[in-house]
């Protein structure tokens, strides 16, 4: 029926939805903007390529980036990590005064999540998997209610970072040298626990996507091993996210052959949903040759680079790249006198004019 609506769509427009778009979800030329509002609340200022001192997120905007992701952790946050529902709801009108798509990330725990380590909430450490799978879902539910209600729905919401391994650890443990311990099903009910919770929320009326954010974007083994576990257990999600790091996932060349076998085998769309590179020498590659030269410009070829793989992923599905996190030192968007680097510019010949000249404006 979707496609004869498309066919048709020049004779009776009333037939087609705006679900039925094929442009309603943009490409995302995305940015983790956790740390923004923290960053301009301490009082630090940045600026334009032209020395101009304005909000990130405009800085941003006017070179084309149109998502932004941020990060929620449980109560009571820790470190430096002050993404509490308050502080979400605050960054997340901050994100639609610019006209930003919002990308909400779970993190699952009071702090950092990643493939290293996956703790879990203080608050939840002491229950059983099937009250820890109820708590799940209150709390999901109750923090998308609190920005539904302030008027900061997310278009898309990822239920935990990085999961490659599982979370909520160790009752979510994965573990590819020991299939047999691995708690599958553990994971899958988290994740269908959290699934549940967002489209009850969202209601038919919100097209809110559900990503699962994995690790290993240059990875086709666990990818596989990874997304034919979701199928099996029937976990409810849309888009596939992966993290690819050049010091981590290996190479350009992994990443396009692994975003070709999971659009080809899920039929999902695909955002490579963290990446990043030094401008300055770092550690991270160690005796290694990096890809690129460690300078402004290497950093910004980097960016580019594995855009033109996500962008050419079969059958259309490569949906956008996101990058981790702008505001780091070293690795970020700005040099030691916080004025904006090359790579700003990265994605301005596909996503310029950010307005169209004539005044028109397309439908939403």
Known sequence: MRILKLIFFLFVPSLLTAQDLPYKNSYAFGLDV???????????????????????????????YNWGRIMICNEPVSG???????????????LKK????????????????????????????????????KVVYQYVKETMTALKDAGVMPDMVQIGNEIGNGFLWPDGRIRYDSLELSKWKNV??????????????????KNVKIMLHVDHGGDIPMTKTFFN???????????????????????????????????KEYGKEIIVVETGYYWRHGNNFRNIKPPFPET?????EWMEAVNEIVM?????????????????????????????????????KYALPVNRADGQTRIQ
């Open 34 to 64: 956790s740390f923004v509002r923290q960053q301009e609340d301490n009082g630090n200022k940045f600026m334009d390529t032209d020395s101009t001192v304005k909000p990130c997120l405009q800085i941003f905007r006017e070179h084309g």
């Open 312 to 348: 050419n992923t079969p059958d259309g599905l490569g949906r956008g790249v996101f990058w981790w996190e702008p505001m780091s030192r070293g690795r970020g968007y700005f040099d030691e006198a916080r004025k904006v680097q090359p790579i700003i510019n990265a994605f301005e």
């Open 188 to 205: 899958a009910d988290y994740l269908s626990a959290g699934a549940k919770a967002v489209r009850e929320v969202a209601g038919k009326e």
């Open 296 to 300: 402004p410009q290497g950093q910004r």
């Open 229 to 263: 576990k979701m199928r099996e257990f029937k976990v409810d999600y849309d888009v596939i996210g992966f993290s690819f790091y050049p010091w981590s996932h290996g190479t350009l060349l992994d990443l396009k052959d692994n975003l070709r076998f999971a659009a």
């Open 80 to 94: 430096r990590l002050t993404q509490d529902i308050k502080y979400v709801v605050s960054a997340a009108q901050d």
């Open 98 to 133: 610019y006209g930003y798509s919002f990308l909400l990330d779970y993190m699952m725990s009071n702090g950092w999540a990643n493939p290293m380590v996956q703790p879990v909430p203080s608050l939840w450490k002491n229950l059983k998997h099937s009250e820890r799978v």
